[in-house]
């Protein structure tokens, strides 16, 4: 069984950029959800996919966003990129409804922003 | 969200027991508590999770307290791996919602 990996590992943009960053689920999980980890903090949730569409999100503005296609693999979009984007992005997933289960995490992408 | 409260860092030496305690007392009674851990660069890891009982697992035991206002991660041999930031997390019970809100947690470190 696959784990969830991430793409790219690391990339640099400059303000005003735009970005996307790729996940592919474990194998048979139907969720997928964003997190960012800024240097020193613990993950923030940025928002979950389920069967294609978005169904929660945190505090995070419209600039970011997602897709989630029927392979169940995802993809974080985030436009006009500021220098409090930069950050490592997580990926999880997970089989939905199975709350006392575990979620799943890539080792992420670390985002730069100049 | 239910809030957690871990202390900011510990040591331990390698091959004793670690306690890594966590408070949460404003729990509801449909919250699952669970931990996760972060290797330095990577991303995080399941630890254990449990409702009321204590659980034991390979890596792990979680003591709940009978209140479930506070709960313990045990650790019942630590080695130099076990080095990590390690986040207690309280997991609503709802249908679909698999968000995790994570706090500054501990940063464990091990003591060869």
């Known amino acids: 069984e696959t784990g969830v990996t991430q793409s790219p590992t690391h990339l640099i943009k400059t303000r005003g950029q735009q970005v996307t960053l790729r996940c592919s689920s474990q194998?048979?999980?139907?969720?997928v959800s964003w997190y960012q980890q800024a240097l020193g903090q613990g993950p923030q949730f940025i928002f979950q996919?389920?069967?294609?569409?978005?169904?929660g999100r945190g505090n995070f503005p419209p600039r970011f966003s997602g897709l989630q296609f029927p392979n169940y693999s995802s993809e974080l979009n985030v436009n006009a990129l500021e220098l409090d984007d930069s950050a490592l992005y997580l990926c999880?997933?997970?089989?939905?409804?199975?709350?006392?289960?575990?979620?799943?995490f890539g080792e992420g992408s670390r985002l730069t922003v100049l | 969200d239910a809030k957690t409260t871990q202390p900011n860092s510990m040591e331990s030496n390698e091959e004793e027991p670690v306690h890594l305690p966590c408070n949460h007392s404003?729990?509801?009674?449909?919250?699952?508590i669970h931990w996760y851990r972060q290797l330095p660069s990577q991303g995080p890891e399941y630890v254990i999770h449990?409702?009321?009982s204590n659980v034991n697992n390979r890596m792990a035991s979680l003591a709940i307290a009978e209140d479930r206002k506070s709960s313990t991660l045990i650790l019942h041999r630590a080695t130099l791996r076990d080095a990590a930031v390690y986040y207690c997390?309280?997991?609503?019970?709802?249908?679909?919602?698999?968000?995790?809100?994570f706090g500054t947690g501990t940063r464990l470190t091990i003591i060869p």
């Open positions: 997390i309280l997991r609503p019970s709802n249908f679909g919602n698999e968000k995790l809100t």
């Open positions: 404003t729990i509801s009674g449909t919250d699952y």
């Open positions: 194998s048979g999980h139907n969720t």
């Open positions: 996919y389920y069967r294609e569409e978005e169904n």
């Open positions: 449990g409702l009321t």
């Open positions: 999880a997933s997970s089989l939905a409804g199975r709350y006392t289960g575990e979620l799943f």
